[in-house]
């Protein structure tokens, strides 16, 4: 906030020397700032070799708006609209989680329930809609698609649907591999988040960091939650609209 | 020994009521921003996802707005906007030089290599399968 450390004037000749903290914050979110960098450089490298396969098979892969066209309790088809309700559910739990943190600077326990309450069902939300995205995208569509292969010696045709880590009705199955494996990282990523808001949300309940005098616990879930949020923003750029 | 090197929390969490409006203010103002990208980005996809001459366009558009997505993700969700100077540039310059490098070399690679595939039947048969779906629509 505008009122942390950046406002106090740093002294060079003192920061380094020792009895004080030289980045301005705690220990825990300190840490918690690497431990995210090294996630990054994880889901980065993996979007990466995900771009390397897509270059190298650019014109064998899949259109992102043929394959994502479901919407809930409509039978037609919708490209991205799903995605794009997702995507808002995931930027709007960030909103409350950040909520959460500035009612824990005014030190308003009733509002950090309620914004971590809501956090919570958004994250769920979008749990069971990725579960819903990998649903549909492993049936596949009606039509789907015909392969062939040998088999016995002899070339045989086969009509399959959906995808798999082997094949993929809609192009390169990298494409599918490259989708269950980030979604699903990804996916996890917003599970353990939802059951360490749940933690912190019972914390909270409990009055652990009203006791404490500071809310730093939220903040530092919060810094976990804002990173899932992020790391979505990069798939959904990557994997649905390119 | 108790260790006096430790800070348990960081100092200046603690903000009023006067000080907690303007930080809501900007929190609704940030959502505002990325919810009208995101609904700007799925219309442009919608549209021109299957015009061929916007597509080198498009690609370089997403990418500048996912990078604004981020930067406002980062600089004011996770508030290191608002911390002191040297972490603010410890994480973020580190990971924009690995990555950089990363990035470049993979990419570039990547081109290389799809030039000079070896030719595959099992990977020539998808093309007939890549944009089928539209067919149907």
Known sequence: MSAHASTQ????????????????????????????????????GLLTAYGFMRHKYHDVWPVAGDVFTHFPFYNGHIELAYVAFMTFILIASSVTMVLAVEAGHRMDKKGVII???????????????????????IHGTEHGAVREFIKDGVWVKE????????VNEYGHPLFADFFFFITGFHGFHVFSGVCINIIIFIGVINGTYHKRGHYEMVEKTGLYWHFVDLVWVFVFTFFYLL | MERDDIYEYSLDTHHGEEEGKKVRKKIYQVLGILSAITIFEVGMGMKFSRVVSMQETLKYLFIALTLVKAAYIVLVFMHLG??????????????LVLIGYLLFICLTEAVYAGEHRAWD?????????VGGGSAHH
Do not use: C
């Not at chain 1, 980045?23 to 090294?38: E, P, V």
């Open chain 2, 82 to 95: 608002d911390e002191r100077k040297n972490l603010r540039w410890i994480v973020l310059a580190t990971y």
């Open chain 2, 121 to 129: 039947p099992v990977v020539e048969a998808f093309k007939s399968i």
């Open chain 1, 9 to 44: 004037p740093t002294d060079v000749k003192t920061t380094w020397g020792g009895g004080t903290s030289p980045f301005g914050i705690s220990y825990g979110k300190m840490m918690m700032w690497f431990f995210l960098m090294s996630d990054a450089f994880t889901f980065s």
């Open chain 1, 159 to 166: 009509v399959f649907h959906g995808a798999n880590l082997r």
């Open chain 1, 115 to 137: 914004w971590m309450f809501f956090t919570i069902i958004g994250g769920a939300i979008f749990v069971g809609s990725q579960a819903w995205e990998w649903y549909h995208f």
